[in-house]
C-alpha cells in the first residue's frame, strides 16, 4: 500500500487546484518553483514541438531520405552481424523516433504543469495527445499519410514519459524528507 507521502506527491500532478504561496520562503524554495525553470522548461517545449512538427511537415521524400540516412549510421552498430533487413531496421527506429519524441514532450509536460503546482494529471496526457494529432494532420498536407497507429503510439510515448516524470517525482520527494529529517534530528537532538 502506498504511504500517504507518495499519494501526496502523486496529487500534486492529480488535482486541478493551484497552490498559491503569497509571500514564499526563499530558503525552502525547490527548482521547480522558480519562473527561471519555468521559462528554460516552456522553451525546451516548444523546441520538442518544433522539431516533431518540422519533421511532419517534410514531404515523403525527404522524410524518407532522412529516415535512410539514420539507418545507414546506426545498422553497423545494432547490427553488426548484418542479420536484420534493412527494412525492417527503418521500420522500427522509425517508431522507436516516434516514441521517443513523445516520451520527451511527456516528460517535459509533466514537469512544467508540477512546477507551476498544478496537480491535473489530465492536463500533459491530453496536451501530448493533442500535439500528436496535430502531427498526424500536417502530415495529410505534405504528401504523406496519417496514422492512428502513430497516433497512439505517440501518445503511448507520451504516457511513458509522464509516468516516468511522476515516479522521479516521488522518490526526489521521498529523498527530499528523509533529507529533512535528518536536518531537523541534528538540528534539534532529543534530550534523555
Known amino acids: 500500500m502506498l504511504e500517504l507521502k507518495y499519494i501526496l506527491a502523486l496529487e500534486n500532478c492529480m488535482n486541478p487546484i493551484y497552490k498559491h504561496n503569497k ?7 525547490g527548482l521547480t518553483e522558480h519562473s ?5 522548461l516552456s522553451v525546451l517545449i516548444i523546441i520538442t514541438l518544433i522539431f516533431i512538427w518540422t519533421n511532419s511537415i517534410q514531404n515523403g521524400t525527404e522524410s524518407n531520405a532522412q529516415s535512410d540516412r539514420i539507418v545507414t549510421r546506426l545498422k553497423p552498430i545494432i547490427d553488426p552481424k ?14 522507436a523516433a516516434h516514441f521517443c519524441e513523445y516520451f520527451l514532450l511527456g516528460a517535459e509536460l509533466c514537469l512544467f504543469f508540477y512546477s507551476l503546482k498544478i496537480k491535473e494529471i489530465f492536463g500533459s496526457p491530453f496536451l501530448v495527445l493533442m500535439s500528436a494529432v496535430i502531427d498526424e494532420t500536417i502530415q495529410l498536407y505534405h504528401e504523406r499519410t496519417s496514422s492512428v497507429t502513430d497516433i497512439i503510439l505517440d501518445f503511448c510515448g507520451g ?17 527530499s524528507e528523509k533529507r529533512k529529517l535528518r536536518v531537523n534530528s541534528s538540528k534539534y537532538p532529543e534530550n534523555n
Open 23 to 29: 509571500t514564499p520562503d526563499r530558503k525552502n524554495v
Open 36 to 40: 527561471g525553470f519555468r521559462i528554460i
Open 82 to 95: 548484418n542479420k536484420i533487413d534493412i527494412d525492417d531496421l527503418s521500420f522500427v527506429i522509425r517508431k
Open 159 to 175: 504516457l511513458c514519459g509522464i509516468c516516468i516524470m511522476i515516479i522521479i517525482v516521488i522518490l526526489c520527494t521521498q529523498f
